[in-house]
């Protein structure tokens, strides 16, 4: 009796541990599976997007050739986040122009394709970036006749890649840490499973199936099941532990996405600043050659469609180097800084002030005739010639020549019409400097 009590308990115990074994079996296969996943897709989204934040920052400087812009841009990338272990910008033939940190891993093919290659350790991202000039539309979205729409194709080229690698470190660690707390919930729920089937077989075997089925819940996603602790009679710890289990895992899965998306959104607030930050002028904060490119189309587009007037300053302070040279670059600067303010006083808010580059700088004016750009170029030129700095205790004063130029409906080109504006700039430097000189109307 004794032996037959002993076999009957030690298939009561089999019949009911084993199937709680494969279940939570299968919940630690799927769980670290599912949740494994996650976090290396997780990695490579990280990795693609810190590649396509540094591709889209460093367009204007890799078109531009500038070196060192680049070199900031791969060190600023590297401090944005401690698992890139190496950041490299190449050009278009695959020459070398910045890098920071150190890869180990072997570079992605470069051909002309978004690439992400993962190797034992490391996660390594490929990102191309192109040049994209599109003629920007209206943003009013009044229907337009077929006859006055003018949309000039993108046209795109391919500048160089961006390429990151990140470690894999921390997620290899991650996943040790998931698994190990994953067996030892599993062990944990195993010998207590195998304690309540030595009591009562019955009770055990529907208490397990009852719990059995909210397992199979969790394990196909439905984190929301719960089990009925007080219908769980002796199982009821069991019940409070898998609960308890299924709480963690839904934490962990809330705390992941919260991360995931507070990392995205992080990411998305980096590239409007990369974007705000390459359309303002770093020195004197007022628009960028870029900006002023965009808005000038954009205005052109306007004033062609309304029959509104559009004009155009075209600016450059007299004798700068002689300021450099005579002062040195600081104090240059900060005449540039001086002039920026001043110009800036004067205009409206609609009205653009942007700096070309060196001591160049244009307003875009819109509604806006010739003889009222005239006027206020005049303001301008008297304002900044009555300004001065001082400098080593003395004032510096300094002057600018000034062209303006009338948008012409018939040119539709922004290179043209800064050509006439540039032209007219050249005479005012011709007839002595510190003047304003309007185009000269076609006979």
């Given at each position: 009796?004794?032996?037959?009590l002993?076999?009957?308990r030690?298939r009561?115990?089999?019949?009911t541990a084993l199937p709680?074994?494969?279940?939570?079996?299968?919940?630690?296969?799927?769980?670290?599976?599912q949740y494994?996943?996650?976090?290396?897709?997780?990695?490579k989204?990280?990795?693609?997007a810190s590649?396509?934040?540094?591709?889209?920052?460093?367009?204007?400087s890799l078109f531009?050739?500038d070196q060192?812009?680049?070199?900031?841009l791969?060190?600023a990338?590297?401090r944005?986040d401690?698992?890139?272990?190496?950041?490299i910008?190449?050009n278009a033939?695959?020459q070398?122009?910045?890098?920071a940190?150190?890869?180990?891993?072997?570079?992605p093919r470069?051909d002309g394709?978004v690439?992400?290659?993962?190797s034992?350790d490391?996660?390594?991202?490929?990102?191309?970036i192109?040049?994209?000039a599109?003629?920007p539309?209206d943003?009013?979205?009044?229907p337009?006749?077929e006859?006055?729409?003018?949309?000039r194709?993108?046209?795109s080229?391919?500048?160089?890649y961006?390429?990151?690698?990140?470690?894999?470190?921390?997620?290899?660690?991650?996943r040790?840490?998931?698994?190990i707390?994953?067996?030892a919930?599993a062990?944990?729920?195993?010998m207590?499973?195998?304690?309540?089937?030595?009591?009562?077989?019955?009770?055990?075997?529907?208490q397990?199936g009852?719990?059995?089925r909210v397992?199979e819940?969790?394990g196909?996603?439905?984190?929301?099941e719960r089990v009925?602790?007080?219908h769980?009679?002796i199982?009821?710890p069991?019940?409070?532990g898998?609960n308890a289990?299924?709480?963690?895992?839904a934490t962990?899965?809330?705390?992941?996405?919260h991360q995931?998306?507070?990392?995205t959104?992080?990411l998305r607030?980096?590239k409007?600043a990369a974007e705000?930050?390459a359309?303002t002028d770093?020195?004197?904060?007022?628009?960028s050659r870029?900006?002023f490119?965009?808005a000038?189309?954009a205005?052109?587009?306007?004033?062609l469609?309304?029959?509104?007037?559009?004009?155009l300053?075209?600016?450059d302070?007299?004798h700068f180097?002689?300021?450099n040279d005579?002062?040195g670059?600081?104090?240059?600067?900060?005449v540039?800084?001086?002039?920026a303010q001043?110009?800036q006083?004067l205009?409206r808010?609609?009205d653009l002030v942007?700096?070309?580059?060196g001591e160049e700088?244009v307003v875009l004016?819109?509604n806006?005739?010739?003889?009222?750009?005239?006027?206020?170029?005049?303001?301008?030129?008297?304002?900044?010639?009555?300004?001065?700095?001082?400098v080593?205790?003395?004032?510096?004063?300094?002057?600018?020549?000034?062209?303006v130029?009338?948008?012409d409906r018939r040119e539709?080109?922004?290179t043209?019409?800064?050509?006439r504006?540039?032209?007219a700039l050249?005479r005012?430097?011709a007839?002595?400097?510190n003047c304003v000189?309007l185009?000269?109307?076609?006979a």
């Amino acid at each position: 009796m004794k032996l037959k009590l002993s076999g009957v308990r030690v298939r009561l115990w089999l019949a009911t541990a084993l199937p709680a074994m494969l279940v939570i079996a299968l919940l630690v296969v799927g769980f670290t599976s599912q949740y494994g996943g996650r976090m290396t897709e997780a990695l490579k989204d990280r990795g693609a997007a810190s590649a396509r934040q540094l591709g889209s920052a460093a367009e204007f400087s890799l078109f531009a050739g500038d070196q060192e812009a680049l070199a900031r841009l791969a060190e600023a990338t590297m401090r944005s986040d401690v698992q890139l272990r190496g950041v490299i910008i190449y050009n278009a033939q695959g020459q070398l122009r910045a890098a920071a940190g150190k890869m180990k891993a072997r570079a992605p093919r470069l051909d002309g394709a978004v690439q992400i290659v993962q190797s034992k350790d490391a996660l390594v991202v490929s990102q191309p970036i192109y040049s994209t000039a599109t003629v920007p539309m209206d943003d009013v979205y009044a229907p337009v006749p077929e006859e006055d729409t003018r949309i000039r194709a993108t046209e795109s080229r391919l500048l160089g890649y961006a390429v990151v690698e990140m470690s894999l470190e921390v997620l290899a660690q991650q996943r040790r840490e998931l698994l190990i707390w994953s067996l030892a919930t599993a062990v944990g729920g195993l010998m207590l499973a195998g304690v309540m089937a030595s009591v009562l077989a019955d009770l055990v075997s529907s208490q397990i199936g009852r719990i059995n089925r909210v397992v199979e819940l969790v394990g196909e996603g439905h984190l929301a099941e719960r089990v009925d602790v007080a219908h769980s009679g002796i199982l009821r710890p069991l019940a409070v532990g898998i609960n308890a289990m299924v709480a963690r895992i839904a934490t962990t899965q809330e705390e992941l996405q919260h991360q995931i998306s507070q990392a995205t959104q992080e990411l998305r607030d980096q590239k409007e600043a990369a974007e705000q930050a390459a359309r303002t002028d770093s020195l004197t904060g007022v628009a960028s050659r870029r900006a002023f490119s965009e808005a000038a189309e954009a205005e052109m587009q306007r004033a062609l469609r309304y029959r509104t007037e559009l004009s155009l300053l075209m600016m450059d302070l007299d004798h700068f180097k002689v300021v450099n040279d005579t002062h040195g670059h600081v104090t240059g600067d900060a005449v540039l800084v001086s002039f920026a303010q001043t110009v800036q006083q004067l205009v409206r808010k609609v009205d653009l002030v942007a700096r070309l580059g060196g001591e160049e700088f244009v307003v875009l004016l819109p509604n806006i005739t010739a003889e009222q750009a005239t006027a206020l170029a005049e303001r301008i030129r008297e304002a900044v010639h009555n300004s001065h700095l001082l400098v080593d205790g003395k004032p510096l004063q300094f002057s600018v020549s000034i062209g303006v130029a009338q948008f012409d409906r018939r040119e539709l080109s922004l290179t043209g019409w800064m050509a006439r504006a540039d032209a007219a700039l050249y005479r005012a430097k011709a007839q002595g400097r510190n003047c304003v000189v309007l185009e000269e109307a076609e006979a």
